[in-house]
């Protein structure tokens, strides 16, 4: 998909696996309404986080070259974000875990790129420019917590998910995007509602990509920074929804010190949040993103990582003692006594060391799957991996030997060793069998007539993480979402209704000074008696014109729609009070 997007040196270096996400951002598309509601809310928003915001986010929105009345063109912005080392690209809304957060691993923003519906315009559940341009580019500008969301997306890309992971991210997905479109019945909304419901009660025990995204929600999404006494905000969600920005700041919402407790806080992303984690500063997220790491199959390998990875039924990887790694969808473990003595892996398989595949070892060599003895051999205390060339020649591990190796646990390796490999420290890493055959107990894992017999060598395993070690050893272009973003086309007035904000758009920005306010007022009140923003848009050129007549014929017009319209009563009052105001922009 590299031909939709305009690239530049940051992007170049994505692969091309994160490339099949992009899209392009299509800026035409955008309606005047959408504009309109741009404009509404970056300056409902930018007045009122003056004072509640943390500092990086004003200058931010500076550095960024946010513009408070345009939405941002994504690849204008990429100019100016590339000399903070970032890039942004557009992508259909919500895309999986893994890959959001491996974007952020490559210093990129993923911004969805439609924007909310009028009718949304407080918060929607879906992701959209709104959130994604105004609220997550302008705090990156920050170098500290730059690097932490970097440092998140590197970490939390290899984070293993469980199977129900994923159906309940399509689940959630297909909800946000319902919720959004505007011919959905209030009986689909609650069915897809519903279906999320359904799946967060049965989940089980949480994955570590459950967890993780229980941190990024509470830090990078509704994160604060300074004390619960005294907050600022810095999460993009609070920074653009203009009802949660404002709810936030108030007794009725918790605020609770951040630590890695907040892993194990689940969100509801349809509802405001009843508690919000505060940290001292920017600092303080990494700490305890290092904290969790600590406690993830990446480092701590093992058999739980190896059964983590089972569970998941997906592409994982493990890393051996001796730097070798192993792919593919790991299927079975063999265990004694808590540790992993034999792992296998089912189709498609490849071998790496360092991230490198190894010659040899594609997923053609290893197409019906991998499986391989893990530990010391019995009765010997030095590991195959540490035995100096004497040392394995003594225990006839040689080339054109016939041998038969027992490994602690049971399990036994027999056949003529063709070869080996080693790492760049000189460790045996592989060793290669011909008429092998591979058992344990009265279970045979590998007969001579299946052809050559590879044995990793590793005394343990060290890492255990989601995804392939070498990501040119798969396809990984395979990305299908089940939904997509509802587009409906759109009735003649809905069509009128947006060549009026067009018109008024173009008065206020000297492209047609010829336009009749009073007209465009009147046909609003007559075709459009309850759409409220434009004649607020209507009343700002007026106030600036200081023309009175015009003025109060809005203000009656604004009042008879509160009355009707009582539900756009503190939005058109909001509205008002901006205008009245100068804008501070820091």
Request: hydrophobic share 40%; charged share 25%.
């Amino acid at each position: 998909m590299s031909d939709t997007f305009e690239s530049n040196a940051i992007l170049n270096k994505l692969p091309k696996h994160l490339k099949q996400f992009i899209k392009p951002q299509n800026y035409d598309d955008y309606s005047a309404i959408d504009q309109a509601v741009w404009r509404y809310v970056m300056r409902k928003n930018v007045d009122f986080l003056t004072t509640v915001a943390h500092k990086s986010y004003l200058e931010g929105l500076k550095q960024t070259g946010i513009s408070i009345d345009h939405i941002p063109n994504m690849y204008g912005m990429n100019r100016i974000l590339k000399e903070i080392g970032w890039a942004a690209v557009a992508v259909d809304g919500f895309i999986p875990p893994n890959a959001f957060m491996e974007f952020q691993a490559y210093n990129v923003l993923v911004i969805a790129s439609d924007i909310r519906q009028l009718e949304h315009i407080e918060y929607t559940p879906a992701p959209d420019i709104i959130h994604e341009g105004a609220g997550h580019a302008p705090i990156i500008a920050n170098p500290e917590y730059a690097e932490y969301l970097r440092r998140f997306g590197e970490i939390g890309c290899k984070a293993i998910s469980s199977a129900k992971d994923y159906e309940l991210y399509e689940a959630v997905r297909h909800l946000s995007i319902i919720k959004e479109a505007p011919n959905s019945t209030e009986e689909d909304i609650a069915q897809a509602e519903q279906k999320v419901e359904d799946l967060q009660q049965n989940m089980g025990a949480p994955s570590e990509m459950a967890l993780i995204r229980n941190l990024h929600w509470w830090t990078v999404e509704y994160g604060l920074i300074g004390t619960p006494e005294n907050p600022k905000i810095y999460g993009a969600g609070l920074l653009s929804s203009i009802g949660e920005s404002a709810w936030c700041m108030t007794d009725d919402v918790k605020k609770l010190p951040y630590t890695i407790d907040a892993a194990f806080k689940d969100f509801d992303i349809t509802k405001p949040q009843p508690q919000l984690y505060v940290t001292p500063d920017f600092a303080h997220l990494s700490l305890v993103l290092e904290e969790f790491a600590n406690t993830m199959a990446l480092r701590r390998g093992g058999l739980s990582g190896i059964k983590k990875l089972i569970a998941s039924k997906a592409l994982g990887t493990i890393e051996l003692s001796t730097g070798l790694q192993i792919s593919g969808v790991f299927t079975k473990v063999i265990e004694d006594n808590g540790k992993p003595i034999y792992v296998q892996t089912t189709g498609e398989s490849a071998l790496a060391y360092r991230e490198k595949e190894l010659v040899g070892h594609n997923i053609k060599n290893h197409a019906k799957g991998f499986g391989s003895p893990i530990g010391k051999l019995k009765g010997i205390n030095l590991a195959i991996e540490d035995m100096s060339p004497r040392d394995l020649a003594a225990y006839n591990i040689y080339e054109e030997k016939k041998v038969t190796l027992e490994f602690e646990g049971g399990i036994i390796v027999s056949g003529e060793i063709i070869t080996g490999k080693r790492n760049l420290q000189g460790k045996i890493i592989l060793i290669s069998f011909k008429d092998c055959t591979v058992t344990h107990g009265n279970t045979t894992l590998f007969k001579p007539e299946w052809g050559i017999y590879d044995m990793a060598i590793g005394k343990e395993v060290v890492s255990a993480f989601s995804g392939p070690a070498d990501l040119n050893s798969f396809n990984l272009i395979t990305h299908i979402p089940s939904t997509q973003t509802i587009h409906v086309k759109k009735s003649e007035r809905r069509l009128e209704l947006e060549a009026l904000y067009q018109q008024v758009r173009a008065y206020r920005e000297g492209i047609n000074r010829t336009i009749s306010r009073t007209k465009v007022l009147e046909q609003l009140m007559e075709r459009h008696p309850n759409d409220w923003l434009l004649p607020v848009e209507l009343y700002e050129l007026a106030f600036k014109g200081n023309e009175k007549n015009l003025m109060d014929r809005i203000l009656n017009h604004l009042k008879t729609i509160k009355q009707n319209k009582p539900e756009f009563g503190k939005l058109i009052d909001d509205g008002l009070e901006i205008i009245e105001k100068p804008l501070v922009t820091g």
